[in-house]
């Protein structure tokens, strides 16, 4: 292990594509790099009631990948709470990974 690895948190989240360009913008300006979007469809299926009362989720989803320092990751977690409300349900989940603890 390198002094390098060591120090870079791989970051996931998967959210509604409408807070793409939003969450793209907020982690570069926050220090992600290589930021990569992949999209997605979720499981859940709508249903007439919730749909009356606008409840229904998002079916399609994004998944955002970066890197971000280690020193800036809890920030950064911090800032989709704050931000993006992650803290509350069908909004979005964000994780980080060492990189070190990554396998190929």
């Excluded at 998944?63 to 020193?71: E, N």
Aim: with cysteine; aromatic share 8%.
């Amino acid at each position: 292990m390198n002094d390098f690895t060591c120090c870079i948190e791989f970051l996931t989240l998967i959210t509604g594509r409408k807070q793409r360009a939003a969450l793209v913008h907020a982690l570069s300006e926050a220090g992600g790099r290589l930021i990569k979007i992949v999209y997605g469809k979720g499981s859940v299926q709508s249903n007439y009631l919730l749909d009356m009362f606008g409840l229904a989720p998002e079916e399609n989803k994004v998944v955002v990948t970066c890197l971000l320092p280690h020193d800036k990751a809890e920030a950064v977690l911090q800032m989709l709470i704050d931000k993006f409300h992650f803290d509350q349900p069908n909004t979005g989940i964000a994780f980080t990974i060492p990189v070190e603890k990554l396998s190929f």
